[in-house]
């Protein structure tokens, strides 16, 4: 009998795994965990074709120093859920750091960022600076934003700025709810689309292809 002929090998996604570190901002505070923009990256087909879905660690009232919910802080947040198979972590924020003295902001930073590279040496990291409903944020606000900036930078980890790309800014009475603070549904699909453009780059959409059968002779 002849051999059969192989059948074409199934493609097989390449798996990442992405990290949410962050606060309120993240977790769907003032509208509901459905919102949340991680969830929403998570619930686009259209973006999330062969990408891994984003574990969102995120607690309300965390940051840096701050301790939110669950006892939780950036740094436990990472130690809790990043792993070594992670492929990448957000940072997102924290307001929240905003009462603690400016270089104990940047130095637990330093120390969140040092232990993703320990926990995951193949991830990489993405940094968020906590946002501004207004284009003359307080200074506090901008110092929180500076510290994480140069904590970032100082780690070669990539750092965005929503106060200087004016996130929110142009449209606060829609995307912010009347706490002045969260977002609203509007406001988490504007993150979602402004995460999803980031991400992208850092996660693209890969295929790889099993290595092919040998075909296997029957006997006659």
Same mark, same amino acid.
């Given at each position: ?71 939780? +802080? ?118 979602? +689309? ?27």
């Amino acid at each position: 009998m002849l051999p059969r002929t192989p059948a074409p090998a199934p493609a097989v996604t390449e798996h990442h795994r992405i990290v949410i570190i962050g606060d309120s901002l993240s977790t769907g505070n003032g509208t509901s965990a459905a919102d949340a923009w991680p969830n929403l990256i998570n619930n686009d087909p259209a973006f999330h074709q062969d990408r891994p879905n984003l574990t969102n660690a995120a607690q309300n009232g965390s940051g840096y120093l701050s301790v939110g919910d669950k006892d939780s +802080t950036f740094g436990t947040q990472v130690t809790e859920m990043v792993t070594a198979e992670t492929r990448l972590v957000i940072f997102f924020g924290s307001e929240n750091d905003i009462v603690f003295p400016p270089s104990e902001i940047g130095a637990a930073a330093s120390q969140a960022f040092t232990t993703v590279k320990n926990i995951a040496p193949q991830a990489a990291i993405l940094v968020i600076g906590p946002p501004s409903y207004t284009d003359n944020p307080a200074p506090e606000r901008v110092e929180v934003r500076d510290q994480d900036k140069t904590a970032a930078l100082q780690a070669g980890v990539q750092f965005v700025d929503p106060i200087a790309q004016g996130w929110i800014m142009d449209n606060a009475a829609d995307l912010i709810g009347p706490d002045g603070d969260h977002p609203t549904t509007a406001g988490q699909h504007f993150l979602q +689309t402004q995460m999803e453009k980031l991400i992208a780059p850092l996660i693209p959409q890969t295929r790889t292809s099993l290595p092919p059968t040998p075909p296997r002779q029957e006997s006659k």
